[in-house]
């Protein structure tokens, strides 16, 4: 079955600190993963996107990583801000998959306390 | 703006009434697609547009949804006899064609409570 899990459901850390998103899945055949910030009440956002040969895409403080093998994903978050609270989806597309084959994970819900 | 925008943001209904939302994706974006989020979910396909052409539908999507898209461009997402399981938030997403990375552009979303 073709599923997405991420950990830890929710989150808390203090201000300025870093913190680690995990994403594991189990999608075939692989095509990409993309990881979506989601603010309350708000459309998911891109933060990044890899292909299989991608190992590490960074943008700004958010570095993702990519285990094809291991078919695990990261996402590190340094130096944390307030903004930084929200939802971070990891979404996985299937290859050769029509558009309705993004497999969506149920997305880690972190706070950022001053 | 050129960002999707998605109307109304809010909607409360009463259970068994009709209701159309609206989405209007960032100009010369081919594709829209639209999504149902419900709380501490990720949000789960519901259909795909490429111009005007509807190109798949989830099994999510009963008989009581129906989603337009006529001129290519703003689609409508129409729910009819609502019932309380179709509370939800309603995302749409556009792209524009071309490669299969394409990154979707997420409207901020209508949330439904239906009484």
């Known amino acids: 079955k073709n599923q997405v899990e991420q950990s830890p459901q929710s989150l808390i850390i203090l201000e300025g600190k870093n913190c680690t998103l995990q994403c594991n899945y189990t999608v075939s055949p692989f095509s990409n993963l993309r990881w979506y910030k989601q603010d309350t009440g708000r459309g998911p956002v891109s933060l990044t996107i890899?292909?299989?040969?991608?190992n590490t895409k960074s943008n700004g403080r958010y570095t993702a990583t990519l285990d094809a093998d291991t078919k695990q994903s990261s996402l590190h978050i340094t130096a944390s801000q307030l903004s930084d609270s929200a939802s971070y989806i990891c979404v996985v597309s299937r290859d050769g998959g029509s558009q309705g084959n993004l497999i969506f994970g149920k997305g880690t819900k972190l706070s950022v306390k001053p | 703006d050129t960002g999707v925008s998605q109307d109304p943001r809010h909607k409360i209904t009463k259970r068994g009434q009709n209701v159309t939302f609206r989405c209007d994706p960032i100009s010369e974006h081919n594709r829209l697609y639209w999504y149902r989020q419900t709380l501490g979910q990720g949000p789960e396909f519901l259909t795909y547009?490429?111009?005007?052409?509807?190109?798949?539908k989830s099994r999510l999507l009963s008989d009581r949804f129906s989603a337009e898209r006529p001129k290519g461009s703003f689609s409508t997402l129409e729910i009819q006899r609502t019932e309380q399981g179709d509370s939800a938030m309603y995302l749409c997403?556009?792209?524009?064609?071309?490669?299969?990375?394409?990154?979707?552009?997420f409207g901020a979303g209508t949330r439904l409570s239906v009484l």
């Open positions: 547009f490429q111009n005007e052409a509807q190109l798949e």
């Open positions: 890899m292909t299989f040969s991608e």
């Open positions: 997403a556009s792209s524009p064609i071309g490669r299969p990375q394409d990154i979707q552009y």
